[in-house]
């Protein structure tokens, strides 16, 4: 159980030391003509919190890498196996261990004059959900949450160079930007845009007592560029949750366009090929992706889990079914992440595993294989399939909130203009 008095001090602890998290660097400063708040939404949960100082802790910063574990994230704090294993098993119940993700920020209390002596280790889930795991002679995990506000703000501007640039000028948050150009890339070349072209993006931002904490999802993106408008609405409904645009239209494919962020293709699908390691020609029904060791690999649509294991060709593998006959493999990975594993649901988007060169590999990279109906196809030039367009039954509630955001960004560029 957790005394009251440890749960004052993390709570205070985590409101002291969320903007030094790096979770406010997500977005930059900004004028007061170029922020404007669009709607004040439902305020979350709060908890009484009363201030303690921390001067004499030290507190160690950083972000989860890709593969990282708790057990390799404190090795170097001299924190035994003894003790990761009792705190994993202290863990069951309130959080999976598996569940820690890459890029999640994370910190590690400690006495300043004992380095070895690590007093908590707290692993930031949400941006409002903490998981505090606490060592020393009553050590425990539990759960805290701190009060944060949400706010929709908007920016939108000209392209003057490049829309990355651009949207910089404007206040833009590396993740803003990065979220997107994933949202619209698909629909327009982004390399290719033009002087007084115009981006507008709606999107969600949340606040604690000291400030900014991180933004949300993007709830509308439009770009006008040679006089076309490309325009991505977000909607819910039946437990789903996309974009799409004005007339309803799903915005996205059914799958992703590739299942890393960065690669480079160094081996296309081919019918003929000398095998790296056998020097026999014989086909290579795959794409073959080059990326640095512990690259996260992404489920390329949602689906279920075939196959997760290890064989002496391909290595650590996952093969998952998609619907209509479609399926994926990822051959080669250097691990399978936690809660992957046969007859397990997987999202599109979900990080399954990371880039590694296990199995009959020369080297770091993935081997990824598509198919539909068991015959392979080049996903490189496949067709994907569209998702499902918005439920007729839900087309007028649909039109309402798709205006609603047309009003607010609208507005907001008409009270830009008149500031400037």
Not at 290 to 295: D, M, Y
Request: charged residues 25%.
């Amino acid at each position: 159980m957790l005394k009251k008095g440890l749960a004052v001090f993390v709570l205070v602890f985590i409101l002291e030391i969320s903007v030094q998290l790096g979770t406010a660097s997500l977005l930059a400063d900004r004028s007061d003509t170029a922020k404007k708040p669009v709607e004040k939404a439902t305020e979350l949960p709060s908890t009484p919190i009363k201030r303690i100082s921390l001067d004499k802790y030290q507190v160690d910063k950083g972000i989860v890498n890709a593969g990282q574990t708790l057990s390799t994230i404190l090795k170097p704090y001299g924190v035994t196996k003894a003790s990761i294993r009792r705190i994993c098993k202290m863990a069951e119940g309130v959080f999976d261990i598996r569940g820690i993700k890459t890029g999640r920020p994370y910190s590690v209390v400690r006495n300043p004059e004992q380095r070895l002596a690590v007093k908590y280790f707290i692993y930031e889930n949400t941006p409002e959900e903490f998981i505090v795991f606490e060592f020393g002679k009553s050590p425990g995990v539990f759960m805290e949450q701190r009060t944060m506000e949400k706010e929709n703000q908007q920016i939108s501007g000209m392209v003057s160079s490049t829309l990355w640039e651009s949207m910089k000028d404007q206040g833009a948050s590396t993740d803003l930007i990065l979220k997107f150009e994933e949202l619209l890339g698909l629909k327009v070349s982004l390399n290719e845009l033009k002087p007084k072209d115009f981006f507008e993006v709606l999107f969600e931002e949340y606040k604690d007592e000291n400030g900014l904490v991180r933004i949300g999802k993007i709830l509308s993106a439009r770009l006008t560029s040679g006089g076309k408008q490309i325009a991505a609405y977000q909607y819910s409904h039946h437990g789903v949750t996309g974009y799409y645009d004005k007339e309803g239209n799903n915005f996205n494919t059914s799958f992703l366009s590739s299942p890393l962020k960065y690669n480079r293709v160094t081996s296309g699908f081919s019918s003929k090929r000398k095998h790296p390691i056998t020097k026999k020609i014989q086909s290579h029904p795959a794409i073959d992706y080059s990326a640095p060791a512990g690259t996260p690999v992404m489920n390329v649509g949602d689906g279920i889990v075939e196959e997760a294991g290890y064989s002496a060709t391909a290595g650590n593998y996952i093969k998952i079914n998609h619907p209509d006959s479609f399926a994926s493999q990822y051959l080669h990975l250097r691990s399978i992440a936690g809660g992957v594993k046969t007859g397990s649901k997987v999202l599109k988007g979900d990080i399954i595993g990371f880039v590694g060169s296990t199995g009959a590999a020369t080297g770091q990279h993935l081997d990824f294989r598509f198919s539909k109906n068991g015959r392979p196809m080049n996903y490189l030039n496949v067709e994907l399939p569209e998702s499902q367009p918005v439920d007729k039954a839900c087309k007028d509630d649909f039109d309402e909130n798709v205006q609603l955001m047309i009003t607010q960004l609208e507005g907001n560029n008409s009270q830009a203009a008149d500031a400037s």
